[in-house]
Every structure is written in structure tokens, then in C-alpha cells.
């Protein structure tokens, strides 16, 4: 059992840190929102500018696309990981593992990246309406604009195409929980499937699919990334964005961050709320229970279909930026007329690209540091402890997963600003490193949490308190027997928290204000908007980034296991 006077102290240093990093921002932000001034220039408790924002027509439809987005896509979302997770679970099909394995690939590109090659293939010349002119069913002198009729729509694609994974590994979690008694109960007394799917299946499976839909709804109701590259100015956070300007002089930004966090806030409880009832017949599965029935013939075919299909569709963003980023000329036809590895080599010499990547690990590997340190002392003091507070420390831990990225962000810029209480953070130069790890550190801290209170629940304390007995210091302990023994959990955690540190959208936009401090997401951005090939340029940074993330997640998932655990609420 853990000292006792070391886990206080930990619990109250962590509890420090979030104070200071976590809550301070986003409750200043909330406190901007809400703070006016008066007649005699004293500061004043206001709903002004939260009215006002409320009674902007331009403000309220912005939330009230953001919310919809949100809805949307999880909606979305739950159509199409659903029957991925029902079927998984159900049967047992050819090439079960394989296509369970390729439910991640979505994970490896960020959406906003991915919206690139998406914008190119649905333009007026783009891939798309090229393939339907080639089939006769559209008129060549008349090319529909689908991004300028259905951008909502689009970006409610590319956010149900990249999260469904998340949603799929919640939900078959649950579902691998789900006592098998009850539903052999209900069929041995004649119950139909599709009565026992919606009586007994859904209900218990509920409490997953609520965990996962709350991070897919949060996701998306403060995606910024997508409907910059999109265009779609229509909608909260790019309103948010680009109101960071005018900061001291706008109090909008600050209302409408209010609004999001406190909206994600609500959304978040309810999940943890639903999660904190344990639900009825959710006793471990039996290790002699097989992992389903077995389907042949042109059922294991058509489940394996499904399987494919879904990645077949959740790949085109992919294959979108990557033929972007090898064309030479791709303008009116399905594929590019030219390839070429020009942009590849163009890219390494364009002076925002290299010091971008260089930038980018400087700041995930520093932030990936912070992360692993934080979360072994707080998994230890979570699994390891005795005290009554590590149900509310562990849950304090996860918070940053119902903040968005937005708000954090935003908090920090206000409070960088000259004479505000983290300007002491900006460096030399305005350099954004500290603000930057803090943010990526502290956003990721969950999923080291999550792996290291995995590895410490299925290592031995034993062999702990045998080194201790026969006279180890508790850091040669630590050092020689308790890492050793979690070291494959904590990996996984730290490689995925460095991986989507890289690739970061929301703090990389905001709080990276100059071009040589750029990190990579800002880099692409800007490649975006840049005349000639910049757009090329753009793609090929995105499949560099690509591939790092792909090697990143699957060294995750080989090390950590049960690679659902890491993105549950």
C-alpha cells in the first residue's frame, strides 16, 4: 500500500497543477463572459454580453450550427459503429481480426488534413462530378457545387468517418461486459432477435454508447479544423477564431466559449451520470464463452463486406490527400492526369515545413514528458492508495476530455497577453513552447492516466512489496520492479498522447502566432492559403504526418491491448 503522506502529497500537487493550467483558463473564460464595467469603470457581474450574443443573428445561428453539427455527427456516428460492434460481437467471421484491426485506420489522419483531399475530389472540377460526367449521369457544361450546397453535410461526413472508432471500441467494450446469460435466457424462451436487441441488448449497451457518443458530440460541436479548410465561417468556433483579433475590444469570443464549454460541460455529465449507474447483467464474460457464432458461406462474406465497406468509405480522405499530394496537374478528370514526387522534395525546402516538424516534436515530446510524469504518480496514487479522494482525483484527471481543445486554447491566449498572469509562459521572441505543452500535456494526460491505471490494476503488488522488504528505496522500486512491470500500458499511453500532440488542431492554430514557431497543423493551414502549389505542398505534409500517426497508433494498440480502454469516458 502506498505511503500515505506521499499520496497526499501527490493528490495535492496534481490538484495544484490543475488549478492553476486547467481550471483557472477555462473559468476565466466563463468569468470574461460574464464580466462587464460599469458606470464608475469598476468591474461588474453582467448577462450582457451573453445576451447579446444570444440575440446576434449571425452568433445564434453559429451555435446553433455548432449544436447541430454535434447532434449530427454523432448521430452519424452511432449508425455506422453500431452494427460494426454488434456484428463483431455476434458472429465470427473470415478475416474477423484483420478488418478489426483496420477499424482504426480512420484514426490516423486528422479530419482536418483529410477535408484537403476531400475539398479536391467534391469541387466543381473536382474528382467526383468528373466520375459522374464520365457515367453520363451529369451535364458537363453544368457541374454541381457540392461544397458550396452541402458543406454542413460534408463536415458532418468527415467527422463521422474519423470518430466512428472511438464509438466502436466504446460500444463493443460494453458489449464484451454484457452478461451472456441473460440474452441465452431470453432466446431459450422464444424472445425473436430483433426483441431481444432492443429489450435486453441495447439497454445494457447503453451506458457505452453514451461514453462514447459524448466525446464523439464534443468533437465535433468544437471542431474548428474542418470547416476552416471547408469555408464554413457559419458556425461557433470559426467565429471564435476569428474573433482572437480584436480580443480586448470584442467580448464575443469570450460568450461564445462560455456557451461551448458550459454545453460540452452538461453533455459530459450526463455521459458520467449514465456511466455511474451500473446497469444489470454486466458481469464479466466467461473465458469459455466462444467469441461468437460462426458464419460461413455468404454471411461471414457479408459481414466481413460491412467491415470493408466502412473502410473503403472512411479511406477516401486519405487516398484523397494522397493523390493530392502526387499530382502534377488534377484538374477535371477522376484521378490526376500527371503524378509526380516533386511536392515531397518542394516541401523539405520550403521554409515553414522543417522547422514546423522540428517544432512539433519539440513540443509533444516535451509535453509526452509532463504527461508521463504526471499520470505514474497519479495512477499510483488512484490503484495503489487507500485514500476516500482517488474516486474525485481520478475524475478530475478525465476532465479534460468534456473541455474542448477551444476553450483551453482560447484561455490561454487571453491570459498570455501582456500583463496577464501567463504572459511569464510566452518565450523569447513570443515563442509559444510552455503555452503549448502545458495545453498538449495536460489534454492528453487521460490516456496515460487510463494506461497506467490499467498496467498497475493487472500487475502484481507483491513483487512491489518484496523490494521494499528486502530494503529497495521506493525509486529504485519504481525504477527496477513497478515501471518495468506497466512499461508496455505506459507506452501506449505516451505513444498516442505524442502522436495526437503532433497533430494537434485547435491549440497549434491559436496559441501559434509566428511563422518560425509554427507546429505542424499551423504549417499545413498555412501551406493552404499560399498561391501556386501550396495546397500540394500541404497534402504531402498531411501523408507524412499520415504515416507517423499510423506507425504511432499501431505500436499503441500492439503494446496496450485493449485499445478502447484509452478513449473511454
Not at 452494427?83 to 484491426?101: C, Y
Not at 461514453?211 to 474542418?226: C, D
Not at 458556425?235 to 460540452?264: H, M, R, S
Not at 518560425?516 to 497543423?521: A, D, E, F, N
Request: aromatic share 10%; with cysteine; hydrophobic share 55%.
Amino acid at each position: 500500500m502506498m505511503n500515505r503522506k506521499l499520496a497526499w502529497g501527490i493528490s495535492l500537487g496534481v490538484v495544484a497543477v490543475f488549478a492553476v493550467f486547467f481550471i483557472y483558463p477555462a473559468g476565466m473564460v466563463v468569468k470574461q463572459a460574464f464580466e462587464g464595467t460599469g458606470a464608475d469603470g469598476e468591474k461588474i457581474w453582467t448577462l450582457d454580453f451573453i445576451v447579446s450574443v444570444f440575440s446576434n443573428p449571425i452568433y445564434r445561428e453559429g451555435l446553433w450550427n455548432a449544436f447541430m453539427m454535434g447532434v449530427v455527427s454523432t448521430a452519424l456516428t452511432i449508425l455506422i459503429a453500431f452494427p460494426l460492434a454488434l456484428v463483431a460481437h455476434r458472429f465470427d467471421f473470415v478475416g474477423k481480426s484483420f478488418l478489426s484491426v483496420l477499424v482504426l485506420a480512420p484514426l490516423i489522419l486528422p479530419p482536418f488534413v483529410g477535408a484537403v483531399g476531400v475539398k479536391q475530389m467534391l469541387g466543381v472540377n473536382g474528382a467526383f462530378n468528373a466520375l459522374l460526367i464520365d457515367m453520363g449521369l451529369m451535364d458537363g457544361a453544368m457541374p454541381f457545387d457540392w461544397l458550396a450546397e452541402g458543406r454542413f453535410f460534408g463536415i458532418v461526413l468527415m467527422n463521422a468517418l474519423h470518430l466512428y472508432p472511438i464509438l466502436y471500441m466504446n460500444i463493443a467494450g460494453a458489449l464484451a461486459n454484457l452478461d451472456p446469460a441473460m440474452e441465452q435466457a431470453a432466446e431459450n424462451l422464444g424472445c425473436p432477435p430483433w426483441k431481444r436487441f432492443f429489450k435486453i441488448t441495447l439497454p445494457l449497451a447503453m451506458p457505452g454508447v453514451f461514453a462514447g457518443s459524448s466525446l464523439v458530440f464534443i468533437w465535433s460541436f468544437t471542431e474548428l479544423g474542418v470547416p476552416l479548410v471547408f469555408d464554413y465561417a457559419r458556425i461557433a468556433p470559426v467565429q471564435i477564431f476569428d474573433g482572437i483579433k480584436g480580443l480586448e475590444k470584442n467580448p464575443a469570443p469570450y460568450a461564445l466559449t462560455a456557451v461551448l464549454l458550459v454545453v460540452a460541460a452538461i453533455v459530459f455529465a450526463m455521459a458520467k451520470l449514465v456511466m455511474g449507474r451500473a446497469p444489470l447483467g454486466t458481469a464479466p464474460r466467461p473465458k469459455a464463452r466462444s467469441n461468437g457464432q460462426k458464419l460461413g458461406g455468404w454471411k461471414g462474406l457479408a459481414c466481413a463486406g460491412l467491415f470493408l465497406g466502412v473502410f473503403v468509405a472512411a479511406s477516401v480522405p486519405h487516398a484523397g490527400v494522397l493523390l493530392l499530394s502526387l499530382s502534377e496537374r488534377w484538374y477535371g478528370t477522376v484521378i490526376p492526369d500527371e503524378l509526380t514526387m516533386r511536392h515531397y522534395i518542394e516541401a523539405l525546402g520550403n521554409g515553414l515545413v522543417v522547422p514546423s516538424i522540428q517544432n512539433s516534436l519539440m513540443y509533444a515530446g516535451t509535453a509526452t514528458l509532463l504527461s508521463v510524469a504526471i499520470g505514474i504518480a497519479v495512477a499510483w496514487v488512484i490503484v495503489r492508495s487507500d485514500l476516500k479522494i482517488r474516486g474525485a482525483l481520478d475524475a478530475m484527471v478525465m476532465m479534460p476530455l468534456a473541455v474542448p481543445g477551444l476553450v483551453m486554447a482560447f484561455g490561454y491566449l487571453a491570459l498570455s497577453q501582456e500583463g496577464k498572469p501567463f504572459h511569464f509562459l510566452v518565450g523569447v521572441g513570443g515563442s509559444p513552447f510552455m503555452l503549448l505543452v502545458l495545453a498538449y500535456g495536460i489534454r492528453r494526460l487521460p490516456y496515460v492516466v487510463r494506461a497506467a491505471v490499467a498496467g498497475l490494476q493487472q500487475s502484481n503488488p507483491a513483487l512491489e512489496e518484496a523490494a521494499k522488504s528486502l530494503g529497495a528505496t521506493p525509486m529504485r522500486m519504481m525504477r527496477r520492479i513497478a515501471i518495468p512491470l506497466i512499461g508496455a500500458n505506459l507506452a501506449a499511453g505516451a505513444i498516442l498522447g505524442f502522436a495526437f500532440s503532433m497533430l494537434e488542431v485547435s491549440d497549434s492554430l491559436i496559441l501559434a502566432q509566428q511563422a518560425q514557431h509554427y507546429p505542424i497543423t499551423k504549417a499545413i493551414y498555412t501551406l493552404l492559403s499560399t498561391l501556386g502549389n501550396g495546397t500540394e505542398l500541404a497534402a504531402a505534409l498531411g501523408v507524412w504526418a499520415m504515416v507517423f500517426l499510423s506507425v504511432a497508433i499501431m505500436g499503441a494498440a500492439i503494446l496496450g491491448g485493449k485499445r478502447g480502454g484509452l478513449f473511454k469516458v
